[in-house]
C-alpha cells in the first residue's frame, strides 16, 4: 500500500512523543510504547521510506542531517534524479 506521502516521494518521516517539559505545559494523556514506535518505524520502511527515525525522544529534525546525505548518496549511485531544496526557498536539481 502506498502512502500519500510516498506517492509525493517523501524520503523520510519521523514518529515522536510529546513530553511535558513541566508542571506549567499541557500533561501527556497517553505515552506511546517503545513497542509501538518499532511497528510504526517498521510500517515506514515497508511501504518504500528510506529513512525513518521512531521513539518517544525523536524530533522532526533528529539526524535530519544524516538522514538527508545518506538518501543523497543512496538516490545518486542508483542514479536517480535527486532534489534539493535550499534553505530560502531555490530548488537544485541533480543526479
Known sequence: M??????INTDVVTFGQYMQPTKR????HNYVT??????W???A???GFL???SGPL???SYKA???????VVKKRRAGRDVTIVERDGEVERGV
Open 65 to 71: 542531517g544524516e538522514a538527508f546525505i545518506e538518501n
Open 34 to 39: 517503545p513497542a509501538v514506535f518499532e511497528t
Open 45 to 47: 520502511l515497508d511501504v
Open 2 to 7: 502506498e502512502t500519500e506521502l510516498r506517492k
Open 25 to 28: 505545559h499541557m500533561k501527556v
Open 41 to 43: 518505524r517498521q510500517r
Open 51 to 53: 529513512y525513518c527515525a
Open 58 to 60: 525523536v524530533r522532526s
